[in-house]
């Protein structure tokens, strides 16, 4: 998105968002001002009593707006404006002014039409208390005209079927601004046009406590600008299918001490072990659900970058699990297997659950008599035998890269160097893949 405007009640703290935005992302954003309180301001209007000269203020305006649209765009800035002229014209509707009424199908086509328009919602009696606080009658709206103004903007994007992103802005404010942030897909120091070079979705493969998580822990503590540079990672969020596998063990637990006796896993060496082998299956169908909740909407990738993790065994684990993706996610994901040997993992699962040994998802190994029956083969190297390559996955190349990750280290110079050295030759395979 280049363009998106900010529309909402009066009081809602559009102006008072939009500063905040402009001031902390700096290297992606650029405001541009109600164009209507522009326009009353600089000619010195009555909002109210003069609405043809404002109309004609209006007309006036429109042509340095769009070259400031334009020019922002250009240069790459995300460009947000507050409010836009069919809010104004919902008003003229509330307020009967049929002079910008019968103007505005001429002056609309003046400006374009931005990506997408994000409402900031609070109740009306919100928006009127609000008004009152902050003391500037002049600009003031009641209850009646902000009612019939609504119903006349909603009238409004229903008719043009406008994307428009609605944002609860009746709570706490820094709330509000993070999903506003969220929604704008804006990340802190991060120069827009380096997010442009980034992965949509990286499956992120390999045995237990082989360094998937140090990696996504790496990720989450580089700045988004320099990650992006370096990895081609952009802000990111992460499936893990361990968290549903654990769920599903905690299940069996109430199953049990309800005296239906346990479904899939049973106790292990004061942990769990799968006993159910279509649990595998089972839970790559809820990856592929909770993927597709996030690339169903509409530019949600544009940007950003999706981490889905898993963890698979056997002599087919790996070759079934990615038969059992969804074709959406394969074809916009590239591989990154974290290699170890099976010893490896086995050990640094034993120091991962004695440094902490603490009752908990994130701290529970791995029994050996799990690690050893689903993890002791694994059918990676069978289906990619090179470092780097692309795999045929029903009939989708997907690029992958076998990242080696022993020995072992938390030097954050030498991790960057091999997380740098896997990922960078991988983007440029899966970048060309996708042109």
């Given at each position: ?110 400006l374009p039409m931005p990506d997408a328009f994000v409402r900031l919602e609070i109740p009306l009696a919100r928006s009127l208390e609000r008004q009152r606080a902050r003391g500037t009658p002049t600009f003031d709206v009641d209850d009646a005209v902000l009612d019939r103004m609504l ?285």
């Open positions: 998105m280049d363009h998106v405007i900010i529309e909402g009640l009066p009081a809602v703290g559009k102006s008072e968002m939009l500063a905040l935005l402009e001031r902390f992302y700096p290297e992606s954003v650029r405001v541009l001002p109600e164009l209507v309180k522009q326009a009353v301001e600089t000619r010195g209007l009555d909002l109210f009593r003069d609405r043809d000269r404002l109309t004609a203020a209006i007309a006036a305006a429109l042509p340095d707006r769009k070259a400031q649209i334009d020019a922002l765009r250009r240069q790459g800035f995300l460009c947000l404006e507050e409010s836009h002229l069919a809010v104004h014209l919902a008003y003229s509707l509330a307020l009967g002014d049929t002079g910008f009424v019968d103007a505005y199908a001429e002056l609309r086509d003046m119903l006349e903007l909603d009238r409004w994007h229903a008719d043009q079927t406008s994307r428009l992103i609605r944002i609860h802005a009746d709570r706490p404010a820094h709330l509000a601004v993070e999903d506003l942030a969220e929604a704008l897909h804006l990340s802190y120091g991060a120069p827009r046009e380096s997010l442009h070079d980034t992965f949509d979705i990286i499956l992120l493969l390999g045995r237990p406590a082989s360094g998937k998580s140090e990696l996504i822990d790496h990720m989450s503590r580089s700045a988004s600008g320099k990650r992006a540079a370096l990895f081609h990672i952009g802000p990111f969020d992460v499936i893990d299918d361990f968290p549903i596998l654990w769920e599903t063990f905690e299940e069996d637990d109430l199953w049990e001490q309800l005296g239906r006796g346990r479904f899939h896993s049973k106790r292990c060496d004061g942990n769990y072990a799968v006993t159910d082998n279509a649990l595998w299956g089972f839970l790559i169908e809820k990856i592929n659900q909770r993927v597709d909740e996030v690339v169903s909407k509409p530019a949600q990738l544009d940007r950003n970058t999706l981490i889905v993790e898993f963890s698979r065994g056997g002599s087919a684990g790996y070759a079934e699990a990615l038969e059992r993706l969804s074709p959406s996610i394969l074809e916009r994901a590239a591989i990154l297997y974290v290699s170890v040997s099976f010893e490896e993992s086995w050990r640094r699962n034993i120091a991962r659950y004695d440094e902490k040994r603490r009752h908990g998802i994130l701290t529970h190994s791995v029994p050996r008599e799990e690690m050893e029956k689903t993890y002791g083969v694994d059918d990676w190297g069978a289906l990619a035998g090179e470092s780097f390559g692309t795999v045929l996955v029903q009939g989708i190349p997907v690029p992958y890269a076998t990242m080696s990750n022993e020995p072992e280290t938390i030097d954050p110079a030498v991790l960057s160097d091999r997380y740098a050295r896997a990922l960078n030759p991988l983007y440029a395979a899966w970048r060309r893949g996708q042109s």
